[in-house]
């Protein structure tokens, strides 16, 4: 399945954005899709995931209590909703669909992946 990020930009700290992870090709709707980003200098690391129906989700400990995860398989779409944002969270967001439709935080288990959006948080 080919996936596309978007919604990425400049915000003040303390703001919100909404970044989007559209499918293409095939239904998203029986995979489990997750967030991850990646920092200059840093590794990949794992943000957020929901399962295929929804029913589960996982967050990153950076992540929980500011971030959400949501999915609406009707428009083949996943959201990551984020507020009360931080410098620390400037990266690169990317989504990556995993077909077992289970969450996962580990990236190898990720099947396909999305480019990135970059997210600038910054006064």
């Known amino acids: 399945v080919q996936l596309q990020a978007s919604g990425g930009g400049l915000v003040q700290p303390g703001g919100s954005l909404r970044l989007s992870c559209t499918a293409s090709?095939?239904?998203?709707?029986?995979?489990?899709v997750g967030w991850f980003r990646q920092a200059p200098g840093k590794e990949r690391e794992f943000v957020a995931a929901i399962s295929w129906d929804g029913g589960t989700t996982d967050y990153a400990r950076s992540a929980k209590g500011r971030f959400t995860i949501d999915r609406d398989n009707a428009k083949n779409t996943i959201y990551l909703q984020m507020n009360s944002l931080k410098p620390e969270d400037t990266a690169v967001y990317y989504c990556?669909?995993?077909?077992?439709?289970?969450?996962?935080?580990?990236?190898?288990?990720?099947?396909?992946w999305g480019q990135g959006t970059q997210v600038t948080v910054s006064s």
């Open positions: 990556a669909a995993v077909r077992s439709g289970y969450t996962t935080q580990y990236s190898y288990r990720y099947d396909d």
């Open positions: 090709g095939r239904t998203l709707s029986t995979y489990a």
